[in-house]
Each structure stands twice: as C-alpha cells, then as structure tokens.
C-alpha cells in the first residue's frame, strides 16, 4: 500500500493506492453518514458494481447512475442526480462515493459540492486518468458549449481510494488515453517516471503490475505535492495544465465527442513542444524526446482534418486564461516546465499547424 497526503486549506486527506482496497471501500465511509450514495455509470457498474456492494458491505447504500460521455457532462444531468438524492430521502448528512472514471469523478465531486451547500465526497476512480489526475485535487465540475469545465468548484474529498486491479477490464483507448497524463507528469516533474514510459513501453501497455503501480504512485507522489503547494492553482498547479489548454480547445472545437480527455491532452502536449521549441525554451533532444513518447502511444486519429485557426480561436475562452492573456506551461526539459505569456498569435498558430499535421 502507497499513501499519499493532500493538505489543503479546506482539508488534509490521502490519496491511498492498493490493489484491493475496492473490497474495503466501508472502513473510508465515516460511522456518523447519513444516506450513502454511489454515484457512477452503467458501464463502470457493469464492470465493477458487484465487488463495489461486496467492499461496502455493512454500509446501507443506494446506487445513482450518471450518463457516460464527455458530451453528457452537462449541469442538467448534476441536477437530475440531485434531484433524485431528494427523492431518495438525502439531507445534508448525505455522503457520495464517486465511482468512475473522470467524467463521474468530476461531476459526482460537483454534486456533492453543492447538494444542500455541500455535503462530502469518498473518490474511487476506476480508469486510469481518474486514478492519477482527475479524483485527486479536489477540481469539480461540468462542461458548457463554449468550453471544458467552465462550471465548477473545488472541493477536497474525505478520502481517495485507488485500486490498479480495476484497470484490467479498462478498454485499451481510454487506458492509453490515461498514459498520456501519466506523460505528462513525467515531463512537468519527472524525468524518471518519463524514463519507464520510455524504457518499459511494452510492460506499461501489457498492465505489467509493477510498472503499473510506479506509474500510478509517482504520478499521484507528484499532484499531492502540487496540489498541497496550491490548492486554488494560484500559482504552481498551472504546471498540472500541461498539454490541457490546447486540449480543451480540441475538445471542445470537436463537441467533446471526438476525443477522449487524455488523447486531447496528448496532442495539447505535442502542440506546447512545438511552441516551446519555437521560442527556444526547450532544445531539439528534449522535444524530439516528447514528441516521440506522446507518439508511441498514440496515434491519435483525424487530427490533420480540424482548422488550426478555429483551435487557436478557442484558446480565449479556455478558464486558464485571464482577462484575455493566454498562459501556456511548456517545457524546459524533461522533467521541468515554466508557465509563459505574452507569446505572439502566429507562433501560436504554427505551433498548432504543426501538432495537427
Ligand atoms: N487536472 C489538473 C489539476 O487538477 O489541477
């Protein structure tokens, strides 16, 4: 077992990495909860419902269901869920347990953030994305049309429970949609957990156990620490956004239906190389190296058909940008990133043009 704290200014928790742990998810839920919620999706209940209801065995609990879909991350589906909760007789002793990937770790969180004016949360995240980025930091929220995640709130769970053994039933797309966050914590913090996505391809993409989970707790070791240094992402938690505002923009220029989060963040990754490596921020062997491990799990398909120009449109209405400045994290090295503004539209555009092509 691999824990990990968070100390944040709303709460000190840990982030637990075990394998099994699913089968002891009761002993997280606190003796003084009220109606216990297990707010997920078909399919992950399909895969994982069974062993859920044996780990909380003991605990009286009922059993919501969200829509899957990055499309379907939508308020009203938050509200419907709530809605329900009232239904089924929660008051503001009410706990959830987020069970999914990121899309119900971030819209269960957001639900629990605002049901009755917040009530807690227990993550337990089932995809790989989930398990080293999205269920741990406290970040919640729904998409709008216009962008990813515009409606939102933090709010720190009681606990996050993490079990590598579930990501043997995850389909292969979204497990190498979950390795390119793990990239990503290699390059903005890591040159040793970049150096096993390199060296072990093989092994990470057979689900080696081993290199499974020193994938999982180096990535997780890294957000705790970020996440403790800045929890509102004042300051250093920009790093955490590498690859994701060129991300966002392709997610939401292709109506969220296109391209799983991580795969956006894989060609976000490749198009902050490219600008880096246009400014100069960045040498040739460190980029190439980038550039070549973001390759080598992918492809990601059908990028060379989206206007460049529309992604760079979209930019300004990425949350990370304020009052009209785009900040962009690129890197240094491997291992290293810096937050940049002030970078020139056509050096944009390029940099895009080419992560596209
Ligand atoms: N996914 C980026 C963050 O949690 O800050």
Redesign the pocket.
């Known amino acids: 077992m691999a824990s990990f704290t968070i100390k944040t200014p709303q709460r000190e928790y840990c982030a637990i990495v075990e394998r099994g742990i699913l089968a002891r998810i009761a002993q997280y839920i606190p003796q003084r909860s009220g109606k216990v919620f297990v707010v997920t999706n078909q399919d992950v209940w399909r895969h994982h419902g069974d062993k859920a209801v044996r780990g909380l065995s003991g605990v009286a609990h009922d059993v919501l269901f969200l829509p899957g879909g990055e499309e379907r991350k939508r308020l009203v589906n938050v509200e419907a869920a709530a809605e329900e909760m009232v239904r089924r007789g929660a008051d503001r002793t009410g706990l959830v347990i987020a069970f999914g990937g990121g899309i119900v770790t971030d819209m269960a969180g957001f639900l629990a953030a605002i049901f009755m004016r917040g009530i807690p949360v227990v993550q337990v995240p089932t995809t790989l994305l989930a398990q080293v980025?999205?269920a741990i930091?406290g970040?919640t929220g729904v998409n709008l049309v216009e962008g990813k995640n515009l409606m939102g709130s933090f709010h720190q769970p009681l606990t996050v429970l993490i079990d590598p053994d579930v990501l043997s039933t995850l389909p292969d797309r979204e497990y190498r949609a979950g390795l390119f966050e793990v990239i990503k914590y290699g390059v903005i913090r890591s040159a040793p957990l970049f150096q096993l996505l390199v060296e072990r391809r093989d092994a990470v993409l057979a689900k080696d156990p081993a290199v499974v989970n020193r994938m999982i707790e180096e990535s997780v070791r890294i957000?705790a620490e970020v996440?403790s240094a800045d929890e509102r992402?004042s300051d250093i938690?920009r790093i955490?956004?590498f690859g994701?505002t060129f991300g966002h923009a392709l997610e939401a220029e292709t109506a969220y239906e296109r391209y799983l989060h991580g795969e956006a963040v894989g060609f976000g990754m490749c198009a902050a190389v490219h600008l880096a490596r246009s400014l100069g921020h960045v040498d040739a062997l460190n980029a190439a190296g980038i550039l070549d491990a973001v390759d080598r799990y992918g492809p990601i398909p059908g990028l060379h058909e989206i206007p460049a120009d529309r992604i760079a449109a979209r930019l300004v209405k990425d949350k990370k940008t304020i009052q009209g400045k785009i900040h962009f994290v690129l890197p240094r090295k491997i291992g290293e990133v810096a937050v940049v503004s002030g970078v020139d539209d056509g050096a944009v555009l390029r940099a895009i043009r080419s992560a596209l092509a």
């Open positions: 980025d999205a930091g970040k957000k996440v992402e938690r955490l956004n994701h």
